[in-house]
């Protein structure tokens, strides 16, 4: 960034302050300076600890804009010693001037084109490797650049990004620089030590050899530690009813280097001892892991991931993904922070606001119902043994969510192929999930899971994210080059047809079970209408979403932009979910209503 800023000797204070604010206006950071001159002379280390949530927000802007600087200058080095260039700052200056720029650091295309032009020389194959691993590693760094620009308050995730921005500056300018050197120096020139940053991004993020507690004590931020010492967490891990054998990994906030193995119970439950703030991840992919629910028996092939405060009790279902997307939520962040408790480094207003998106916000702002542990007075046994109604509503909500996610993902991976990493693509159908849910009605999901249309913009906000995103993209890939997703709006109606039909017989039941919930004298079976509920979920969940992996699959290798009028054509789906709907055996039901009672019984008063 100096170097972009140099002026003349002749030139003025006002012009060369003006250059350092372009220079960092150019690489996509905040322009708030810790002085009246702008960016010039202002630190970011300093403005972490300036109490001053613009000047914070800034520094971490900057941070990140200086993390992708320096990487690109360090390929930039690499590629030149490979061809024996004598390094220099006339050099370096000349690079920046190419290369310092948000719209060439963050596409592959623009910064390879950039690397083997003219000015730079930098070509051949592994600068076209090193560029796309550049912006494969920096994806994360970019995206909270964009955030931090908009939050008008510090997030509680601020330590945590940090460590993001310091193990991605330390990959690129270190790991990144040894692969180009180690591409140069093969015979023929070869991009496999480029495979690493697609192929286990995480893994070689993670594991990058930081001074994390330097990064810690930079300033004073939300402890992972709650101020009261809880013995033991008791989780558990909701689809239907509990999802029993399913292995899980907890690891503390916010350096996530103390970690602990997980497993469910029958009943879905698991427990943790001594918790802290930790990021927890429940899947079917873990060894010995099966992932069934309790209930259903149907494996549950979509994996949790979200992060969650220390608590004693807390209840992880497909709702509470969506507090991942929502913790970077510039609005939900300004909205919750100033009646949320200081130093709590994963707010408990997530769920709240979670469960908001699904109409149930009133019973959080009432003190009736805590949706962290889905406990409260609103969730506690009815004094005639029969379920909740809240909890009937909650569950059926949950099964729509976990439905609608697992086709989601399926269709994707089916269009997509499936070396594509499912934890990224399951991330991005979660968070396509909360932007078209804020999109269409931010108070009322069912409108997105219930429309077709809706759904259409959910595949296609997703499909759109997925393929644009390096660090997602690690296999082959079949339609990404040949179609959009405008292209794809035969296949997404067919499917968005089907899934929303049955989710429309679910929301029927939840309706029902709502309104009791509203009222104290309901005499609602609450206990068949969790029949119904179960029965559609095994459906969606198991025969149609496997159908529509099987449509997407057939799709893409032979993929149309012919009018797909009903999934019967290319599969059959439908007839297969409408079969197995109407003759599920009747004696589901009192497995059904002694499932749901085990999972009270672990439910909090």
């Excluded at 198991?542 to 099987?550: E, K």
Aim: hydrophobic letters at 45%.
């Amino acid at each position: 960034m100096a170097t972009l800023g140099q002026g003349s000797a002749a030139a003025t204070i006002a012009s060369l302050q003006a250059k350092y604010d372009t220079a960092y206006q150019n690489m996509g950071a905040k322009v708030v300076g810790q002085y009246t001159q702008g960016m010039l002379n202002s630190d970011p280390l300093r403005m972490l600890t300036s109490g001053n949530v613009s000047q914070v927000t800034a520094a971490v802007t900057v941070l990140a804009a200086n993390a992708q600087a320096l990487g690109a200058l360090t390929i930039a080095r690499a590629l030149a010693e490979c061809k024996g260039t004598l390094v220099s700052n006339e050099l370096y200056a000349k690079w920046a001037a190419e290369l310092l720029k948000a719209s060439v650091l963050e596409n592959a295309l623009a910064l390879a084109e950039v690397l083997s032009s003219n000015n730079s020389c930098l070509n051949g194959v592994c600068a076209t490797g090193a560029a796309k691993a550049f912006v494969s590693i920096t994806t994360s760094v970019v995206s909270l650049k964009a955030a931090y620009k908009s939050y008008t308050t510090v997030p509680p995730s601020l330590q945590e990004d940090l460590l993001t921005i310091t193990r991605a500056a330390r990959v690129v300018q270190s790991d990144l620089y040894n692969s180009t050197k180690l591409c140069c120096s093969s015979t023929p020139q070869s991009t496999a030590p480029f495979t690493q940053y697609t192929s286990n991004l995480g893994g070689v993020l993670s594991s990058a050899p930081v001074n994390q507690t330097a990064v810690l004590e930079t300033g004073s931020y939300p402890a992972a530690t709650p101020s009261t010492s809880i013995p033991v967490m008791a989780g558990r891990l909701l689809n239907s009813a509990g999802v029993k054998n399913c292995v899980g990994k907890y690891a503390e906030l916010p350096a996530q280097q103390v970690t602990h193995d997980l497993v469910t119970d029958s009943t879905g439950a698991f427990s943790v001892v001594g918790p802290v703030a930790a990021a927890y991840t429940f899947k079917k992919s873990y060894p010995s892991s099966t992932c069934d629910d309790a209930l259903t028996n149907v494996t549950v092939t979509f994996p949790f991931s979200l992060r969650m405060p220390a608590a004693a009790d807390a209840a992880v279902t497909a709702i509470s993904l969506l507090t991942v997307p929502a913790s970077s939520d510039a609005s939900v962040l300004a909205a919750y922070a100033a009646s949320a408790p200081s130093q709590q480094l994963v707010p408990a207003y997530l769920w709240q606001h979670a469960y908001s998106m699904y109409g149930y916000g009133s019973f959080a702002s009432n003190g009736e119902a805590n949706f962290l542990s889905l406990g409260g007075a609103a969730f506690s046994k009815r004094t005639d043994g029969k379920t909740p109604a809240l909890l009937v509503a909650v569950l059926g909500s949950n099964t729509q969510t976990m439905s609608t996610f697992v086709s989601t993902q399926n269709l994707m991976m089916g269009l997509l192929g499936n070396t594509y990493g499912t934890d990224a693509v399951a991330q991005a159908v979660v968070a396509g999930a909360y932007r078209t849910f804020k999109m269409v009605d931010a108070t009322n999901a069912s409108e997105t899971l219930t429309a077709s249309a809706n759904l259409v913009s959910l595949y296609s906000t997703t499909y759109a994210a997925i393929t644009s995103d390096p660090a997602v993209t690690t296999g082959r890939h079949l339609l990404q080059s040949t179609m959009t997703s405008a292209q794809l709006q035969n296949i997404f109606g067919a499917v968005a047809n089907v899934v929303s039909s049955t989710n429309q017989q679910v929301q029927q039941v939840v309706n029902t079970a709502t309104v009791a919930a509203a009222d104290p004298s309901s005499t609602v079976d609450t206990s068949n209408l969790m029949v119904s509920v179960s029965k559609m979920a095994a459906v969606q969940q198991q025969s149609l979403a496997s159908d529509v992996g099987t449509l997407a699959t057939e799709f893409a290798a032979n993929p149309t932009t012919d009018q797909i009028n009903s999934l019967q054509e290319v599969s059959g789906a439908v007839s297969a979910a409408s079969r197995a709907l109407h003759h599920l055996v009747d004696n589901l039901a009192p497995n059904c209503i002694n499932a749901i009672h085990l999972v009270l019984l672990a439910l909090p008063e």
